[in-house]
Every structure is written in structure tokens, then in C-alpha cells.
């Protein structure tokens, strides 16, 4: 990695971000995290939303899917923080919006690992 890795500084498992970048430390977080990951649609919905912010209603349209599906998506990004909702006043009521600030990932089997891989070992 160019430049000091956002990384660097974490010593124990979990999934962390900083700046838009998830540091991902220890067997059973590589598999949330890549289960969230895992699907073209939610891969999609992260690029939209590398764009801004979208209403669910957006999303759906934009990706040919019931908003029932996109909402199942992104709660599944939601459980691993990738994406977060709020909720806004609308014209006809509260619409929900999700927003990202996901930008890339550093994933390591231990903290060990992850040093290894920002080049502070």
C-alpha cells in the first residue's frame, strides 16, 4: 500500500473502518465480511452508492429489483457496517436512505497478518 496504512494500528480481531477502509482481522470476521459481500446485487448497491446517497425506492429501480429484495441487500450490508440507513421526511412520508463510505478492504487471518500486510513488521 502506498502511504501509511489505516490499518496500521489495530491489534486485535474485528472489522474496523477508518476513512473508508475496512480492516478486517480473524477467521470468523473474513467470513461475515465476505458473506456481505458475496452477491452481485449488493456489490451493485455498493457502487451506486459509491455515487451518494439512495432512497431504497432509487436502488430498486436503478437495479430492476423489488424494493423488498434491495431491502433484504442491504441489510445485510447494514449488519456488517458497510452501509447505514436513516430516515428522511419525504413528500408523501419517511422514505429510508442508505449511505456508504466504503472504499476498499485490508483482510488478515491475524493482527500478526494485518502488520505483515501495512508493512509495520
Same mark, same amino acid.
Given at each position: 500500500? =502506498?502511504? /501509511?496504512?489505516?490499518?496500521? *494500528?489495530? *491489534? !486485535?480481531?474485528?472489522?474496523?473502518?477508518? #476513512?473508508?477502509?475496512?480492516?478486517?482481522?480473524?477467521?470468523?470476521?473474513?467470513? =461475515?465480511?465476505?458473506?456481505?459481500? +458475496?452477491?452481485? =446485487?449488493?456489490? &451493485?448497491?455498493?457502487?451506486?452508492?459509491?455515487?451518494? %446517497?439512495?432512497?431504497? *425506492?432509487?436502488?430498486?429501480?436503478?437495479?430492476?429489483?423489488? /424494493?423488498?429484495?434491495?431491502? #433484504?441487500?442491504?441489510? &445485510?450490508?447494514? *449488519?456488517?457496517? $458497510?452501509?447505514?440507513?436513516?430516515?428522511?421526511?419525504?413528500? &408523501?412520508?419517511?422514505? !429510508?436512505?442508505? /449511505?456508504?463510505?466504503?472504499? +476498499? @478492504? %485490508?483482510? @488478515? $487471518?491475524?493482527?500478526?497478518?494485518?502488520?505483515?500486510?501495512?508493512?509495520?513488521?
Amino acid at each position: 500500500m =502506498t502511504g /501509511k496504512c489505516p490499518c496500521s *494500528d489495530i *491489534d !486485535k480481531e474485528g472489522i474496523f473502518e477508518r #476513512n473508508g477502509v475496512y480492516c478486517v482481522v480473524g477467521p470468523r470476521y473474513i467470513y =461475515t465480511f465476505t458473506q456481505a459481500l +458475496a452477491s452481485e =446485487t449488493r456489490i &451493485r448497491i455498493l457502487e451506486l452508492l459509491e455515487e451518494g %446517497v439512495g432512497s431504497l *425506492d432509487e436502488i430498486s429501480e436503478r437495479l430492476g429489483q423489488s /424494493k423488498a429484495n434491495i431491502s #433484504n441487500q442491504i441489510k &445485510r450490508l447494514e *449488519d456488517v457496517g $458497510l452501509v447505514y440507513g436513516f430516515y428522511e421526511a419525504g413528500r &408523501r412520508g419517511i422514505k !429510508k436512505r442508505v /449511505k456508504s463510505s466504503f472504499k +476498499a @478492504a %485490508v483482510i @488478515a $487471518l491475524s493482527p500478526e497478518g494485518l502488520r505483515a500486510a501495512c508493512g509495520s513488521e
